[in-house]
C-alpha cells in the first residue's frame, strides 16, 4: 500500500497554484498569499521627521553659542513654510515634518523654554531625534517578495507603502458533499436508523479556520444516479471533497461515481490509521478528494492531504504543515503495518513543550478531536514511544 509521504507528495505534483487575481488591499484577507513583488510607492519618511516632541533647529546654530529664538511651531501634519536660519528654532511634535534648514531635534525634556527663548541642557549630535526621509524605504524599493503570507504587519507594510492593489492567490473555493443512506441533516433529531451529518460541519468549520468559506453540496445517498447528480453541482469548485463510500463495501460507490464524471485516480488507500480507505484524483484540473466517513478519519485524512492540497492552490510555497520535535507526555502504541496518526494537545511544561495524545484515539470519538494543535506520526514497524520520547510532530493549530 502507498506510503503517507508518497502519497501526500503525489497531492502536490497533481496540484498548482490557482491563478492569482488583483485585489484592493482592504479586501485582502490576512494569510493570502502576495503574488508578485511589492514596490513602495513613496518614501517613508517622506521627509526628515522628528522622532519626539521637542524643539528642531539647524545643529550648526549651537556653535554660536547665543540662545535660540523659537520662531514658531509645527504640529504633526502641518508644515513650517520658511527656511528658519541659525539661532532660530521651532517647537516641533512627534511626527511633523522639519522646517527647511532644520536637522537636529532636542526632546522637551531637555530644553527649557523662557519666552521665545530655548536654553538647551544637553549637547545634541547632529540629526539627534531626526527620521530622514526614505529611512524606511525609498519609493520603488522592493518592499515585499511574491510568496509572503499576508499576515497583519505585511498588510500595514503595504498600506504605508502606498500600495491600494496588489496581485494575490485567491482563496479556493472548496465543495463537500456527505455520501450515506444513514446521514441526516442537522435540522431535528433524526430517526434511531440515521446519524447526523456532522463530518460536514467539523470540515467546514476547519475550513473556516483556514479562512475559506466552504460550499455545502448537502447529501447524497449510496446511488451512483444520486452521488453523480449531486457531485456535478460541486465541479466549479477548487476543490472537491466527499466525506464516506470510499471503502470496499457494497454501498462504497464514491469511486464509480467520481469515474463517471472522467476521474483520473492519483491514489486509493494509503497505508495510514486511521484514514486508510483515502481517495485522491483529478477531474479534469480539479483536485478531487473521497475522505473516509469516520469522523478521526475524515479528520486525520483532511489534515494530511486536503490542507496541503488548499495551501498549494492558495499559493503557499511551503504547503505542508511545519513538524516539531516535542516531547511525549504520555506513551504511545501504534505501528502495525500502517502509520499511525495520534490526535494531540501541545502544552508547555517546565519551560519545553509536550505533546499529549488525546484518549484513546478510537475511530468516531470527536472528542479526540477536541482542543487539538498537532498530529503524532508513529512510524510502522515501530509500535511503541515511551513517555519522554523526543518525538516529530505535524503542528496543525497554534497553542492557545
Ligand atoms: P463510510 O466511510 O461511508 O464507510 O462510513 C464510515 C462510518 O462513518 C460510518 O459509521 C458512517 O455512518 C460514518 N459517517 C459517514 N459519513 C459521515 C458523516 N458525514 N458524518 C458523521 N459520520 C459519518
Ligand atoms: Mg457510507
Not at 502576495?34 to 528642531?56: I, S, V, Y
Not at 473555493?173 to 434511531?192: F, H, N, R, Y
Not at 494537545?345 to 478531536?369: A, E, M, N
Amino acid at each position: 500500500m502507498l506510503a503517507y509521504n508518497e502519497a501526500v507528495a503525489r497531492v502536490l505534483e497533481s496540484v498548482c497554484p490557482l491563478p492569482p487575481a488583483e485585489k484592493l488591499l482592504p479586501e485582502v484577507h490576512t494569510g493570502q498569499i502576495l503574488a508578485e513583488t511589492a514596490f513602495a510607492r513613496l518614501d517613508l519618511p517622506r521627509a526628515a521627521t522628528a522622532t519626539m516632541d521637542g524643539f528642531a533647529f539647524a545643529h550648526a546654530s549651537l556653535s554660536i553659542g547665543a540662545p535660540l529664538q523659537i520662531v514658531g511651531f509645527v504640529p504633526a501634519g502641518g508644515n513650517f513654510n520658511r527656511h528658519l536660519g541659525l539661532s532660530e528654532a521651532v517647537r516641533i511634535m512627534t511626527g511633523a515634518s522639519l522646517p527647511a534648514g532644520c536637522d537636529t531635534v532636542v526632546p522637551l525634556e531637555q530644553a527649557e523654554q523662557q519666552d521665545d527663548r530655548l536654553r538647551l541642557a544637553t549637547s545634541p549630535a547632529l540629526g539627534d531625534y531626526v527620521r530622514q526621509r526614505g529611512d524606511d524605504f525609498s519609493r520603488g524599493d522592493q518592499i515585499l517578495a511574491a510568496g509572503t503570507i499576508l499576515d497583519s504587519g505585511a498588510i500595514g507594510l503595504l498600506a504605508a507603502a502606498g500600495v491600494l492593489q496588489l496581485k494575490v492567490y485567491p482563496r479556493p473555493k472548496v465543495a463537500i458533499l456527505s455520501t450515506g443512506d444513514e446521514l441526516a441533516p442537522l435540522t431535528d433529531l433524526p430517526q434511531p436508523d440515521k446519524i447526523i451529518n456532522s463530518n460536514a460541519y467539523m470540515l467546514a468549520a476547519r475550513l473556516r479556520e483556514e479562512g475559506i468559506e466552504p460550499v455545502l453540496l448537502g447529501i447524497a445517498g449510496d446511488r451512483v444516479a444520486s452521488l453523480e447528480d449531486q457531485l456535478q453541482q460541486g465541479l466549479d469548485a477548487d476543490l472537491l471533497l466527499t466525506i464516506g463510500g470510499t471503502s470496499t463495501g457494497d454501498l462504497d460507490l464514491v469511486q464509480t461515481a467520481f469515474n463517471n464524471l472522467g476521474f483520473s485516480e492519483v491514489f486509493w488507500k494509503v497505508a495510514i490509521k486511521p484514514g486508510k480507505s483515502v481517495l485522491f484524483g483529478l477531474i479534469g484540473s480539479l483536485p478531487v478528494f473521497g475522505l473516509p466517513g469516520n469522523p478521526s478519519a475524515s479528520a486525520t485524512t483532511f489534515e494530511l492531504f486536503v490542507r496541503p492540497a488548499l495551501q498549494r492552490l492558495s499559493g503557499f510555497c511551503n504547503p505542508l504543515a511545519p513538524q516539531l520535535k516535542v516531547k511525549l507526555a504520555v506513551g504511545v502504541t501504534g505501528g502495525g503495518k500502517r502509520q499511525q496518526f495520534f490526535w494531540g494537545k501541545l502544552k508547555i511544561v517546565s519551560g519545553g513543550l509536550h505533546f499529549f495524545p488525546t484518549k484513546q484515539q478510537q475511530r468516531s470519538q470527536f472528542y479526540d478531536l477536541l482542543g487539538v494543535h498537532a498530529l503524532l506520526p508513529v512510524p510502522i514497524d515501530n509500535p511503541v514511544l515511551p513517555a519522554g520520547s523526543e518525538v516529530e510532530v505535524i503542528l496543525l493549530r497554534s497553542l492557545d
